[in-house]
């Protein structure tokens, strides 16, 4: 069983400022990483899939990178709306295998 | 546009069972194979199964595999969760979700169905 770890547990952050989140798996997922945006009593919304793509409508400053089992996401500058949970998920189609990690806590400095 | 609206959740005994279901519109249900996610209280998020577009392939956490069951009926338009042997630890919101491109990426969510597991 593929084991997401996140660091930090909790991030704060000034609007404006950036904030780099990091996620890492125990072992290679290749590029089948994705990120997800959650708020409080709402739905998980996806970010980022197969690593580095902004999934549709999401804004450019939202960037993913990595590969094999370290992954990073990047908010340049962080927006108001921003502030939220932010988890990782490996996905591996077959056999099928999927997995979040703990989440990172984005709050404002 | 897509929809997904889960239904079925309330407040169960420990041992006992229940059936959850996500009706989905908006779509092509039968071209997409489609996930159930859960988050308990204040924790992180779970994924709990998932069904291929056509029912052939399933698979599970270790943590629900032989207590839930992940269904569809393509005629519906509707998927299933039928959970078993619930214990408290089962406690969550129960969400179903559905990929656009790659199976494991999660592009649309229903909003939840809150499964309290209590004696």
């Known amino acids: 069983e593929i084991v997401m770890t996140q660091s930090p547990a909790t991030l704060s952050v000034s609007p404006g400022e950036r904030a780099t989140l990091s996620c890492r798996a125990s072992?290679?997922?290749?590029?089948?990483l994705a990120w997800y945006q959650q708020k409080p009593g709402q739905a998980p919304r996806l970010l980022i899939y197969?690593?580095?793509t902004r999934a549709t409508g999401i804004p450019a400053r939202f960037s993913g990178s990595g590969s094999g089992t370290e992954f990073t996401l990047t908010i340049s500058t962080l927006q108001s709306e921003d502030f939220a949970v932010y988890y990782c998920q490996q996905y591996n189609n077959w056999p099928p295998s999927f997995t979040f990690g703990p989440g990172t806590k984005v709050d404002i400095k | 546009q897509v929809q997904l609206v889960e239904s079925g959740g309330g407040v169960v005994q420990p041992g006992r069972s229940l059936r959850l279901s996500c009706a989905a519109s908006g779509f092509m249900f039968s071209s997409y194979g489609m996930h159930w996610v859960r988050q308990a209280p204040g924790k992180g998020l779970e994924w709990v199964a998932v069904?291929?577009?056509?029912?052939?392939?399933?698979s599970y956490a270790d943590s629900v595999k032989g207590r839930f069951t992940i269904s569809r009926d393509n005629s519906k338009n509707t998927l299933y969760l039928q959970m078993n042997s619930l214990r408290a630890e089962d406690t969550a919101m129960y969400y179903c979700a559905r990929p656009e491109l790659r199976l494991g990426e999660l592009d649309y969510w229903g909003q939840g169905t809150l499964v309290t597991v209590s004696s």
């Open positions: 197969g690593a580095s």
């Open positions: 069904i291929f577009y056509d029912g052939s392939n399933k």
């Open positions: 072992q290679s997922v290749s590029s089948n």
